[in-house]
Structures are given as C-alpha cells and as structure tokens.
C-alpha cells in the first residue's frame, strides 16, 4: 500500500508518534484510565513534545500547506480556549500541538494513521464488547472496583463500566466500553467510521460499527442513517439502506419481545418523542431546561450572541449538557461560525461527496456533543480526507 522507500513509515520516531496519537485519539473520550493521576494530561504532554521533535526531525515545515486551513485551526483554538485558566489554556496547547504536524504530512503518511487507529481502535472495541457479553450472561469472573470521577460514579470491571445505580434490564445493556458516557464513544467511534468512507467490508469498521449499535446512542444511529445514505445516494446504495433499515428494525423488533423491552424503549421509542417544552426530540435533546433559560438570557443581546457570556457559562459550569446551545453560552455564534468553517475547509478544497458527507456528519455531531477539538474529531477528520483524496487520485491515474 506504501511505498518501500518512505523515511516517514520506517521511521521508528514516526511510529512512537503514531502510537502516542492513538493514545491522544483513545483519551479525548475519557476513557475511565484517562482520568487516573492526570493520565490524559500526561499522554497529551508526551505526544506533543514528539510532534514537534517529527516537525523539525522531517522539516514538515517545509511542506505545503493550506494557510486559511492552518490559520481556521489556530483560530479555532485561540477562540476556544481563550477564556480558560492557564492549566486549561496549557492543556489545550499540549492537545492542539498533539495533531497539528497531520496537516503537513502527506496522504500516505496520513492514511497509515488513519489504518493504525482504526485497526488497533477495533481490536480495543471487540476485546471491551466480548467481554461485555460474557459479563450478561454471567460468565465473567471478576468483581468489579468503585470508581467515581466528578458527578460519574460506576462499577468499573476493567473492561467496561457500567454505573453503579444501573438497572439488570435497562442500563446494563447500554455498551459504553471504557468511557465515561455512551456518546462519548459513539462520538469518536461514528466519525471514524465515516473516515474510512463506511466501508463495512474492512473488518476493523465493522467492529467499531457494533460497539456503536450496542451504545445505543440515538444520535449515532441518526447520523449513520443520514451519513450512509448521503454517502450512497444511487440505486444500490438504496438498496443496500433499505435491507440494513429492516436489519435494524428486525433487531429491534427481538428486543422488544423479549426480556429486554425496557431497553428498546427507554433507549429508542422513548427518546424520539416529541418535546413541547423544549421543541425538540427528547433523545437529540442535549440541553437542561435550566441552561435552555441561560440560553435564552446569552442570545437576547447583540454582543453575548457573537461572544458568548463567560460569566453565565460559569455560573453553570457544574449543569451537565453537551448541546450546541451550551457552546452558544460559552463561545458565542462567532464560534459557531470558526467551528463550521474550519471543517467546511476541505471539503471546500476537495469538493467530494465523501469530504462532504463527513462534514456533514462531523458537524451533525458537534451538534448532539459540541466539542469541535476533541482530538478524535480534527485527527478523523484530517486523515479522512488524505484517505478520500488518495483513493480519488488513485481512480484518477488509473483511468
């Protein structure tokens, strides 16, 4: 797939890079270890430092790069971290500088991180949900430990977590792995899928694909509906959505006549009812009715609506919510605006319908979970794009 003579690919500097991304990618959606004796900080703060060692090691600043690109990038992370302390603000570097060189690498150097993390990212995901199954039907032989990190609380079984007031027939079957909350997961995990342009006949996306159906996040399954069929508007991608849509609804349908209906409808049916008080759907509502009122106060004067209000965010820093109006609150529109703009770029430069699709899919998810510098989301986003724009310039020479 590479080239023998690429210094990049046989370098054993590049590869201890490419590890430590993983560890960056596999952090930046709390996983339960990352959040031990300043684990996450630490695996950040490393792969920093090795990303500007490869900066200057292979002179990546020699090569071309899209300027409004970088520019939208550093943008991006001035205006999301300028109102934090300096611990936050340092974090944040640390993290930004963690995947900046992927905007200078080339398209192999970045399809063979997106290869890596995919693969190993699967291997991770299969391991947490076999065990998990064993764990349902009473094969697992492990106690599990308490493990409490801010409001979490959870049983923790190495593996998987699980919280501490779930119920055998309902929270038990909501898979999360490792991480502190089921979006979380399905948020790196549907991002990456769409990376690698849905391709369920490469195993690794397969795997990652069950972790994301047995999460049961709404907004996972919303998305990957939307995604695929945007990424497979002809016949046969109808086609092929039409009998993965009854596949689904066959599964469903089990679930829902056996001893595990209350899953299907706490997770499913109930979440796709209609709120009045919100005017949303209650699952793809991600914002407290107290923070809808903050939301309320921050759009109803002309400078807190491109700003945001700091100081009401603060006030509610302890509500929990992840929706676009919480980033309303605390970035302002002109946010919003460097968010959106920042992952319409490539699209914009490639202008293909897989560039597309996944712009679509990045920003429907920043939407349900407004973190646009998660590392996981600008690194899927980043090698993705190498991945399109390498397989189109394949097709190209060879036609």
Sequence with gaps: MFQKNDVFLQSKIFRLYVFLLFLV?????????????????IVVFVCSIMAIIIFFHFKLYLQKVSVLLLFFAILLFVWEFHNCNVWGYLSGVFAFLAWLPLLFLDNRQNV??????TKWFAVFLTLSIVVYIFFLVGLFPFSPIKFSYQQYNFLNYYFFVIPQ????????????????????MAMGVTILIFANKFNLKNKNVLALLCGNLFSFSLAAYVVMFIGFFMMNASLKGLKTCALGGLGILFAIALLNNSSYKGVVDAYIFNRLEYSETTGTIKGMNRTPLVYEQAFEETVSHVDTFWLGDPDLALMFKDVSGAGVKKYIVEKGM???????VFYLLFFLKERTQDSFVLTIVILLMLYQDAYPLWPCVPISYIVGNAFFNKQNNFVTSNS
């Excluded at 990618?25 to 900080?41: D, E, G, R, V």
């Design 112 to 117: 063979y991180i997106l290869d890596f993390i």
């Design 25 to 41: 990618f596999i952090s930046s959606m709390y996983p339960w270890f990352s959040c031990l004796f300043y684990a996450n900080t």
């Design 334 to 340: 002109l946010g919003i605006c460097i968010v959106v």
């Design 165 to 184: 007031n779930a119920n055998v027939s309902n929270e038990f079957l909501r898979f999360r792995s490792v991480f502190l909350e089921p979006g979380h």
